[in-house]
């Protein structure tokens, strides 16, 4: 009886999981009915606009766009210098200018697709149908921006990776060194239990919590470190400390009682007699800590940190205490930059009222999945790779 319980408990949580993927799946793909602003026979009768020579994609720029939108294009760069391919697409995006009308999530394009088209073609006349992956290389290397066609995730993805970077830099030695004073030279007194205790509470503390100390601390408190003016940084829009090194030792503090607490366990389960054999052969405690303790508890002390740095690139509340963005397009460029998170870019596309903004928030889903993915196997692969150089 209990055997079937906990293979219906397993069937169960498979199938829910299989459920959530199908349903992002289901968002991230899918037709859309397009209409241009103006349609490319009005350029080249053909509808080609690769027919057309530099000097002639400049001209539609200069009649079609603003005065002061040109000026801006040749500020950043002199539009006879630029490539035909970058012409086309200024051309493209800002006079051609197409805009999803309307769009279908995997499921209604599969089954219903001439239908859909029929509906459009009686609708629409000018719009026309195609299938559009939202997750694609072009939305990964291209920032934010208020038009769901064109938005991308690459300022995100940047402000995570370095926010994570960060977290791992400060939490695993800090909680990993906590952990050995702990269990190895602490002992068992008054003082020690408190701190256990109260390692333990942390562990359970609602993220928000750490949000608001992290802005007690680092915004507020050590504004001159994490806003970069003690090192010359002067950027007016950071100099409140709301900064990358904020969020990432924000992050730290979050997963810290987690990596100490997981350590800890990692530590327990290595035999006393291992300890007691190289103190015997006359090495001193570190020396049988470094050389024989950490060794054999690595491989589950680098679980422990897998599941916590899981739950440090998914946190949302305490980014948002410390004042992430939620709309930013400008890269950081250094920890002490302006920044947002994958996490709060879903969130932010999410609460638009466009269902275009749905697919998009479905593709940054599964780019933050495969993220965290990847960042699981390789820690797996490093902690395989350790245990067989142990082993051998």
Same mark, same amino acid.
């Given at each position: 009886?209990?055997?079937? #319980?906990?293979?219906?408990?397993?069937?169960?949580?498979?199938?829910?999981?299989?459920?959530?993927?199908?349903?992002?799946?289901?968002?991230?793909?899918?037709?859309?009915?397009?209409?241009?602003?103006?349609?490319?026979?009005?350029?080249?009768?053909?509808?080609?606009?690769?027919?057309?020579?530099?000097?002639?994609?400049?001209?539609?720029?200069?009649? %079609?766009?603003?005065?002061?939108?040109?000026?801006?294009?040749?500020?950043?760069?002199?539009?006879?210098?630029?490539?035909?391919?970058?012409?086309?697409?200024?051309?493209?995006?800002?006079?051609?200018?197409?805009?999803?009308?309307?769009?279908?999530?995997?499921?209604?394009? =599969?089954? %219903?697709?001439?239908?859909?088209?029929?509906?459009?073609?009686?609708?629409?006349?000018?719009?026309?149908?195609?299938?559009?992956?939202?997750?694609?290389?072009?939305?990964?290397?291209?920032?934010?921006?208020? #038009?769901?066609?064109?938005? @991308?995730?690459?300022?995100a993805l940047l402000g995570s990776l370095m926010i994570i970077a960060i977290t791992i830099?400060?939490?695993?030695?800090?909680?990993?060194?906590?952990?050995?004073?702990?269990?190895?030279?602490?002992?068992?007194?008054?003082?020690?239990?408190?701190?256990?205790?109260?390692?333990?509470?942390?562990?359970? #503390?609602?993220?928000?919590?750490?949000?608001?100390?992290?802005?007690?601390?680092?915004?507020?408190?050590?504004?001159?470190?994490?806003?970069?003016? =003690?090192?010359?940084?002067?950027?007016?829009?950071?100099?409140?400390?709301?900064?990358?090194?904020?969020?990432?030792?924000?992050?730290?503090?979050?997963?810290?009682?987690?990596?100490?607490?997981?350590?800890?366990?990692?530590?327990?389960?290595?035999?006393?007699?291992?300890?007691?054999? @190289?103190?015997?052969?006359?090495?001193?405690?570190?020396?049988?800590?470094?050389?024989?303790?950490?060794?054999?508890?690595?491989?589950?002390? =680098?679980? @422990?940190?897998?599941?916590?740095?899981?739950?440090?690139?998914?946190?949302?509340?305490?980014?948002?205490?410390?004042?992430?963005?939620?709309?930013?397009? #400008?890269?950081?460029?250094?920890?002490?930059?302006?920044?947002?998170?994958?996490?709060?870019?879903?969130?932010?596309?999410?609460?638009?009222?466009?269902?275009?903004?749905?697919?998009?928030?479905?593709?940054?889903?599964?780019?933050?999945?495969?993220?965290?993915?990847?960042?699981?196997?390789?820690?797996?692969?490093?902690?395989?790779?350790?245990?067989?150089?142990?082993?051998?």
């Amino acid at each position: 009886m209990i055997n079937v #319980v906990f293979k219906a408990a397993t069937v169960f949580t498979l199938f829910m999981l299989l459920l959530l993927l199908v349903n992002i799946v289901n968002d991230a793909f899918g037709y859309v009915a397009i209409e241009n602003s103006i349609e490319p026979t009005e350029f080249v009768e053909s509808g080609n606009l690769d027919l057309l020579k530099n000097s002639e994609l400049i001209g539609i720029l200069e009649k %079609h766009l603003s005065k002061g939108l040109v000026r801006r294009y040749n500020s950043e760069k002199p539009l006879d210098e630029r490539s035909t391919k970058e012409l086309m697409e200024i051309v493209f995006t800002r006079v051609i200018e197409p805009r999803v009308i309307e769009s279908w999530n995997l499921g209604e394009s =599969l089954l %219903h697709r001439n239908e859909i088209i029929e509906e459009i073609r009686i609708s629409n006349p000018n719009a026309y149908v195609e299938f559009r992956a939202w997750i694609n290389p072009k939305f990964i290397v291209t920032s934010q921006s208020s #038009v769901p066609e064109y938005a @991308g995730i690459r300022t995100a993805l940047l402000g995570s990776l370095m926010i994570i970077a960060i977290t791992i830099l400060v939490a695993f030695p800090l909680g990993v060194g906590t952990a050995i004073y702990l269990e190895e030279y602490a002992g068992v007194n008054k003082v020690s239990r408190l701190i256990q205790i109260n390692i333990y509470n942390l562990s359970g #503390v609602p993220s928000i919590i750490y949000g608001l100390l992290g802005l007690t601390v680092f915004v507020r408190g050590m504004e001159p470190l994490t806003s970069g003016s =003690l090192f010359g940084f002067s950027d007016a829009s950071t100099a409140n400390g709301r900064t990358i090194l904020s969020a990432g030792l924000t992050l730290a503090i979050l997963v810290l009682p987690i990596i100490i607490i997981n350590t800890q366990e990692a530590l327990k389960g290595v035999s006393k007699s291992l300890r007691y054999a @190289g103190l015997g052969l006359g090495a001193t405690k570190w020396e049988t800590i470094w050389a024989h303790v950490l060794p054999s508890s690595m491989e589950r002390i =680098l679980t @422990g940190t897998i599941l916590a740095v899981s739950r440090a690139i998914g946190e949302t509340a305490p980014i948002v205490v410390i004042g992430a963005s939620t709309f930013i397009a #400008v890269d950081p460029n250094n920890i002490f930059s302006k920044f947002t998170t994958l996490p709060i870019q879903i969130y932010q596309w999410t609460a638009r009222p466009q269902g275009e903004f749905r697919h998009i928030a479905a593709a940054a889903i599964i780019v933050l999945l495969v993220l965290l993915l990847s960042m699981n196997t390789s820690a797996i692969l490093l902690r395989n790779r350790m245990g067989k150089k142990r082993s051998n």
